[in-house]
């Protein structure tokens, strides 16, 4: 019999030149990275912390469905644009055990929790962290081998810098993301007589007694 095929993870090659990275935090020499991914049509915002002997294979990740994902970004743009420090938090649940071999809880656990926003600098930055692991802060800046200047030829000051360097990868991600979501799929085929045809793909089930919800 074959083996099963596991899900993977895929990379976006178009999102490569996004990755966030930061010192590793009490760790010499080492540097920390922020990526963005996909997990079964799933986006999904991943650190890994390069820590030594961290658990979790040193990965964070905020899966998202792609609603969640795309509130995330038009919120992010507003932590971009705003003219104060702002802050928001997105907590992600799973219901998989964290120990491994573990049976799927009925309950849903904490799983990561996304933090973005603007700090009291200028700098618009992103967090990835969960129950015990790492703290680390990605800043978006613009890039050192590159320096751009306004009309008045003064060049951009850290705070702007960071607020088009946060746009510009919102604007990427969302192209990328709305683009993979788009893809076609075969139609669906209703069941024959004798019980043949395609599988119906999944679907969200509408918690009991939502039909008779009152507002």
Same mark, same amino acid.
């Given at each position: 019999?074959?083996?099963?095929?596991?899900?993977?993870?895929?990379?976006?090659?178009?999102?490569?030149?996004?990755?966030?990275?930061?010192?590793?935090?009490?760790?010499?020499?080492?540097?920390?990275?922020?990526?963005?991914?996909?997990?079964?049509?799933?986006?999904?915002?991943?650190?890994?912390?390069?820590?030594?002997?961290?658990?979790?294979?040193?990965?964070?990740?905020?899966?998202?469905?792609?609603?969640?994902?795309?509130?995330?970004?038009?919120?992010?743009?507003?932590?971009?644009?705003?003219?104060?420090?702002?802050?928001?938090?997105?907590?992600?649940?799973?219901?998989?055990?964290?120990?491994?071999?573990?049976?799927?809880?009925?309950?849903?656990?904490?799983?990561?929790?996304? =933090?973005?926003? *603007? &700090? !009291?600098? $200028?700098?618009?930055?992103?967090?990835?962290?969960?129950?015990?692991? %790492?703290?680390?802060?990605?800043?978006?800046?613009?890039?050192?081998?590159?320096?751009?200047?306004?009309?008045?030829?003064?060049?951009?000051?850290?705070?702007?810098?960071?607020?088009?360097?946060?746009?510009?990868?919102?604007?990427?991600?969302?192209?990328?993301?709305?683009?993979?979501?788009?893809?076609?799929?075969?139609? =669906?085929?209703? *069941? &024959? !007589?004798? $019980?043949?045809?395609?599988?119906?793909?999944?679907?969200?089930?509408? %918690?009991?007694?939502?039909?008779?919800?009152?507002?």
């Amino acid at each position: 019999m074959a083996e099963p095929q596991q899900a993977q993870v895929y990379q976006f090659k178009e999102l490569e030149k996004f990755q966030l990275f930061t010192e590793t935090p009490g760790v010499a020499g080492k540097r920390s990275r922020l990526g963005y991914s996909s997990y079964r049509g799933n986006p999904r915002i991943t650190v890994f912390t390069n820590v030594p002997n961290d658990t979790g294979k040193g990965m964070i990740n905020a899966a998202m469905n792609p609603e969640t994902f795309l509130t995330f970004l038009d919120l992010f743009e507003v932590c971009a644009k705003s003219e104060t420090e702002i802050k928001y938090k997105i907590d992600c649940y799973t219901t998989q055990r964290p120990i491994e071999g573990q049976e799927v809880s009925k309950e849903k656990i904490l799983s990561s929790e996304l =933090y973005f926003g *603007k &700090d !009291n600098t $200028g700098l618009v930055w992103l967090s990835v962290t969960a129950p015990n692991r %790492p703290r680390i802060k990605f800043d978006m800046k613009t890039s050192d081998f590159h320096k751009i200047y306004k009309s008045d030829g003064k060049a951009l000051t850290e705070a702007e810098g960071s607020m088009y360097q946060a746009l510009a990868t919102i604007t990427a991600l969302r192209a990328v993301f709305l683009g993979h979501m788009s893809e076609l799929r075969p139609p =669906y085929v209703p *069941k &024959d !007589n004798m $019980g043949q045809g395609s599988r119906a793909p999944a679907r969200a089930v509408s %918690p009991a007694g939502f039909d008779d919800i009152t507002f």
